[in-house]
């Protein structure tokens, strides 16, 4: 865990998102999601959110590909994809 706190306290503040940064298109697996929820504690609009089933919900109109959420994701289960 200390990676992760690492990450929430460094390079994946919210105050240094960069939505610049765009490289593609984010892309959900739920297959391979483990219902940590880390990834709703980084996106910074609120594209992601918790589905009834504990899973994730991605509302693609409101992301901003800043990466955080796949950069955190401990699974792979949120990539980034080119478009
Ligand atoms: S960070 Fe990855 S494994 Fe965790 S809830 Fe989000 S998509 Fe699932
Ligand atoms: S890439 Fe999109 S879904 Fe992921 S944290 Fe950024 S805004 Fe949220």
Redesign the pocket.
């Known amino acids: 865990m200390s990676k992760i706190r690492a990450l929430l306290s460094g390079p994946l503040k919210r105050e240094k998102v960069q939505p610049e940064r765009t490289m593609g298109r984010v892309v959900?697996d739920r297959n391979?999601?483990?219902?940590?929820?880390?990834?709703?504690r980084v996106c910074p609009t609120g594209a992601?959110s918790l589905a009834d089933d504990g899973?994730?919900n991605l509302e693609d109109e409101r992301c901003i590909r800043c990466s955080l959420?796949t950069r955190?994701?401990?699974?792979g289960?949120?990539r980034m994809v080119k478009e």
């Not at 955190?72 to 699974?75: F, L």
């Open positions: 959900y391979r999601c483990t219902k940590c929820h880390l990834c709703l992601l899973f994730i959420c955190i994701c401990p699974t289960a949120l």
